[in-house]
């Protein structure tokens, strides 16, 4: 019995790394993605001033909520990115402004 339970768990502990490999992986992808279709230059900005200041301390864990955050991973992350400044509001306004026109347009 006692062999049956430790190949279970070390099954499982397998199975554990696999998924959070493939959850690693497939998190790297959409990040590259994004940074290369979709990011503005003062998001990449900022997300190498985060990347630059979390090496010193390698500490991603702790970045990520393990300061008792309420926010997930992504909504900290998300938060830092797009930020409240002046440079980014106007980004974003114009933004918004350029997909409500494409809405129209596609409506028709």
Excluded: P
Aim: with cysteine; hydrophobic share 35%.
């Amino acid at each position: 019995m006692q062999d049956l339970n430790q190949a279970m768990i070390e099954r499982l502990r397998t199975s554990k790394q696999a998924a959070q490999a493939q959850a690693y992986a497939d998190g790297h992808n959409c990040g590259r993605n994004w940074a290369e279709t979709q990011a503005e230059w003062v998001e990449l900005t900022r997300l190498v001033k985060v990347r630059d200041e979390q090496r010193q301390w390698n500490n991603w864990e702790h970045f990520f909520g393990g300061h008792d955050s309420v926010w997930s991973a992504g909504e900290t992350l998300h938060q830092v990115l797009m930020g409240g400044d002046e440079l980014y509001a106007k980004l974003s306004k114009s933004r918004r402004r350029h997909e409500r026109l494409s809405a129209r347009s596609n409506c028709s």
